[in-house]
């Protein structure tokens, strides 16, 4: 039923197409990462997030991607994540499976967005995934070894994409998922926070990329979680002035937006952008 182009390949192919979520609704209800735990008293002030998070759409659109909005509900407060509500795979589009009880059920509304813009897409069964634990980089698909990741779905994307190396990357899971605390930039060049990641998989990483350490500081304030639209532009926070600084002296330009309200939620650009089609 596809008739509208899809794929991704990798992190950083230019971004063509893109799911977003208005944070209409945002609030820390239940804090389900140590992010959301520091800032539960003061939480979020929601025209200040409306506000950054159209600042984004607004950047977005300028470098010619074209944005689509899933239609907000006030029964998700962390809806605005896009990432984890699902993810793309070469032509496959997944609707992730979520693990948190907060969160299930945004799954549908991708669904009925999905359908009704005639997307085919895939179903996770048999376990619990969400996007922020899967990053892809042409044949290798690294997905991060987190309580929101089963090993059983790890195993149904193995059967589907036999011709990828699968790299189940282990890490300290009270930073939630993978793309927090490492991301590829290039096919040489990766932003990580190598502290939480295990040793063995570090070394890993080291053989296939040129790693970009990000400090415990600026990992709080997430600058591993950038997002590429490819040609070398990275969207980032100005706020991370070390992190953004090395990036550009990797050989990158830096699109700085300022996205402070809805990181206290514990995700930033790759968090809340679903990337459906790189070319």
């Known amino acids: 039923m596809n008739t509208t182009s899809t794929g991704c390949r990798t992190e950083y192919d230019p971004l063509q197409t893109v799911l977003l979520c208005e944070p209409l609704y945002m609030k820390i209800e239940e ?30 659109k300028a470098e010619g991607v074209d944005v689509h909005l899933l239609q907000a ?15 793309t795979i070469d032509k496959t589009i997944y609707v992730g499976a979520l693990k948190r009880s907060i969160r299930q059920g945004e799954e549908k509304v991708l669904k009925e967005f ?31 070894d987190s ?24 890490f300290d899971e009270k930073y939630l998922h993978l793309d927090c605390v490492f991301n590829p930039l290039s096919r040489d060049v990766a932003l990580i926070y190598r502290d939480a990641i295990e040793a063995e998989a570090v070394k890993k990483l080291e053989q296939q990329y040129h790693l970009i350490d990000v400090s415990e500081e600026e990992q ?20 991370n002035k ?38």
């Open 31 to 60: 804090a389900i990462n140590d992010t959301q735990e520091h800032y539960k008293e003061e939480n979020i002030d929601v025209d200040k997030a409306i506000e950054q998070h159209k600042n984004l759409v607004h950047a977005l």
């Open 73 to 87: 509900k006030e029964v998700f407060p962390e809806q605005v994540f896009t990432r984890d509500i699902g993810f």
């Open 114 to 144: 999905l359908m009704e813009n005639d997307y085919s897409f895939k179903e996770i069964r048999g376990g619990t995934i969400e996007g922020g634990d899967v990053i892809i980089d042409g044949a290798h698909i690294f997905v991060g």
């Open 147 to 170: 309580s929101r990741t089963s090993t059983l779905t790890v195993d149904q994307l193995r059967k589907d994409h036999p011709h990828h190396q699968i790299h189940l990357i282990h």
């Open 220 to 239: 709080f304030t997430l600058a591993t979680n950038v997002l590429s639209i490819g040609n070398k532009k990275i969207v980032a926070l100005p706020l």
């Open 242 to 279: 070390h992190t953004n600084q090395k990036i550009k002296e990797a050989g990158f330009s830096i699109i700085e937006v300022d996205l402070s309200e809805i990181i206290k939620s514990g995700g930033a650009f790759r968090c809340v952008t679903m990337p459906l089609y790189r070319s």
